[in-house]
């Protein structure tokens, strides 16, 4: 119930557009459940974020786009 809670949180924060915050909860929720139900939902989005934050309008900005980048790639693929 947990884990679900904080995909559900981190997707809410998605629809408002709170990237940052939405990353952050992800990064909770796969620290803790790394291998839980939720797991590979958690990294879709995870990586959904960070596509976001590495754009260059976006607002906070990721501090490394092309980290982010590359991360997100990772994490599509973990998935696949």
Request: with cysteine; aromatic share 4%; charged share 30%.
């Amino acid at each position: 119930a947990h884990e679900r809670a904080l995909v559900e949180l981190a997707y809410e924060h998605i629809r408002a557009g709170r990237f940052a915050d939405a990353e952050a909860r992800l990064r909770g929720q796969l620290a803790v459940y790394p291998s839980g139900p939720e797991a590979d939902l958690g990294r879709v989005l995870l990586g959904t974020c960070l596509l976001q934050r590495a754009r260059p309008d976006a607002n906070p900005r990721a501090a490394d786009p092309g980290k982010a980048l590359d991360e997100a790639l990772g994490l599509v693929r973990q998935v696949a």
